[in-house]
């Protein structure tokens, strides 16, 4: 047995649901709960369960993100091997991104749910339970930052999406790979990313909302030239392929720069914004001139968490500008 105890935090999801008064299953079980019910976990690690809520996730917040993280934090380095983080899948993918951005622990953060209830045929709840305990507890996990546990695999938070609303296989890292697997109870790690630059954990991230906007095919902006008087602060924009939009948006997202951050993602599963190849009205080239923020290799979920983070920690400008890159590239020094 590890002799640092696995720090489990439960939020609730799918894993802790089962069937309530009404049609269909709630989250009702708690962390403790989870752990009765996976008495092999005794056997990888002594275990501290902290129930933080009982929520569906697509019910978490940026508020309640940054309270896991300081629960996290607040354990010294050397009293925990890692932690656990147990939620619904429908979030896992910014949930886990955010906490990549704001636990400062060089320990490992794994976050697992369930694709399953806890009463269905099949459930996968205490299968993922363990295997994110394994690998938590694993000193080779230390200093990959989150990682996303499911299905006994390893996905960096970076690059992690959910891609089914049922199989347990959802989860992938598209254009990517899982980091490693889990295998007759071990961790198997067959690569490392650098670690992220975490961010300062703010306290006002509600006065920063950030729109998400998806381009489709004779999109004609209205939606772009009513953000400012909404109130929002930034707006992370899914273009088309690597970076293009309809020339008719350009003036809109051109008046839109003038008043606010204005990112450019892609709607494609998987591959970078371009910086540097097309050039007619509309592209990449022309937008990123007109001083949209290429938004690298992440899709537009954590870029618009990455974003609210940024504006909230007080970024503006060219160090905004600069913030954004290093993280959106998964650097972790200032690009030259």
């Given at each position: 047995?590890?002799?640092?105890?696995?720090?489990?935090?439960?939020?609730?999801?799918?894993?802790?649901?089962?069937?309530?008064?009404?049609?269909?299953?709630?989250?009702?079980?708690?962390?403790?709960?989870?752990?009765?019910?996976?008495?092999?976990?005794?056997?990888?690690?002594?275990?501290?369960?902290?129930?933080?809520?009982?929520?569906?996730?697509?019910?978490?917040?940026?508020?309640?993100?940054?309270?896991?993280?300081?629960?996290?934090?607040?354990?010294?380095?050397?009293?925990?091997?890692?932690?656990?983080?147990?939620?619904?899948?429908?979030?896992?993918?910014?949930?886990?991104?955010?906490?990549?951005?704001?636990?400062?622990?060089?320990?490992?953060?794994?976050?697992?749910?369930?694709?399953?209830?806890?009463?269905?045929?099949?459930?996968?709840?205490?299968?993922?339970?363990?295997a994110?305990?394994?690998?938590?507890?694993?000193?080779?996990?230390?200093?990959?930052?989150?990682?996303?546990?499911?299905?006994?695999?390893?996905?960096?938070?970076?690059?992690?999406?959910?891609?089914?609303t049922?199989?347990?296989?959802?989860?992938?890292?598209?254009?990517?790979?899982?980091?490693?697997?889990?295998?007759?109870?071990?961790?198997?790690?067959?690569?490392?990313?650098?670690?992220?630059?975490?961010?300062?954990?703010?306290?006002?991230?509600?006065d920063?909302?950030?729109?998400?906007?998806?381009?489709?095919?004779?999109?004609?902006?209205?939606?772009?030239?009513?953000?400012?008087?909404?109130?929002?602060?930034?707006?992370?924009?899914?273009?088309?392929?690597?970076?293009?939009?309809?020339?008719?948006?350009?003036?809109?997202?051109s008046?839109?720069?003038?008043?606010m951050?204005?990112?450019?993602?892609?709607?494609?599963?998987?591959?970078?914004?371009?910086t540097?190849?097309?050039?007619?009205?509309?592209?990449?080239?022309?937008?990123?001139?007109?001083?949209?923020?290429?938004?690298?290799?992440?899709?537009?979920?954590?870029?618009?968490?990455?974003?609210?983070?940024?504006?909230?920690?007080?970024?503006?400008?060219?160090?905004?500008?600069?913030?954004?890159?290093?993280?959106?590239?998964?650097?972790?020094?200032?690009?030259?």
């Amino acid at each position: 047995m590890q002799q640092k105890p696995v720090l489990i935090i439960s939020t609730g999801g799918t894993i802790t649901m089962t069937p309530g008064q009404r049609a269909g299953v709630v989250p009702t079980l708690t962390g403790e709960d989870l752990v009765r019910a996976v008495p092999a976990l005794a056997q990888i690690a002594a275990l501290d369960v902290f129930s933080f809520s009982t929520k569906p996730g697509a019910s978490l917040t940026l508020e309640d993100l940054i309270g896991i993280a300081e629960l996290i934090d607040s354990r010294p380095v050397d009293a925990v091997a890692g932690a656990v983080v147990v939620q619904g899948t429908d979030t896992i993918e910014e949930t886990s991104f955010a906490l990549d951005l704001l636990v400062h622990s060089r320990q490992p953060v794994v976050v697992t749910g369930a694709m399953r209830s806890a009463n269905a045929p099949g459930a996968d709840g205490p299968a993922n339970l363990l295997a994110a305990v394994t690998v938590a507890s694993d000193p080779a996990a230390q200093n990959l930052g989150a990682v996303v546990v499911l299905n006994d695999e390893v996905h960096a938070a970076r690059y992690v999406q959910k891609t089914h609303t049922a199989m347990p296989s959802a989860f992938a890292s598209p254009g990517f790979a899982p980091l490693g697997r889990v295998m007759e109870g071990r961790l198997h790690l067959h690569a490392t990313l650098p670690r992220q630059l975490t961010l300062l954990r703010p306290g006002n991230v509600s006065d920063f909302p950030v729109a998400l906007i998806k381009i489709s095919i004779g999109d004609d902006g209205r939606l772009l030239s009513s953000l400012p008087a909404l109130g929002y602060r930034g707006v992370v924009i899914e273009a088309m392929g690597a970076g293009h939009v309809p020339a008719r948006l350009v003036d809109a997202i051109s008046k839109l720069i003038g008043v606010m951050p204005v990112v450019l993602s892609t709607r494609v599963a998987s591959g970078p914004i371009f910086t540097k190849t097309y050039g007619f009205p509309g592209s990449e080239i022309d937008l990123i001139e007109r001083g949209v923020i290429p938004g690298g290799c992440l899709a537009g979920l954590k870029a618009c968490l990455l974003l609210r983070l940024l504006l909230a920690n007080g970024f503006e400008g060219a160090q905004l500008k600069l913030a954004f890159a290093q993280r959106c590239n998964g650097l972790n020094t200032p690009p030259t």
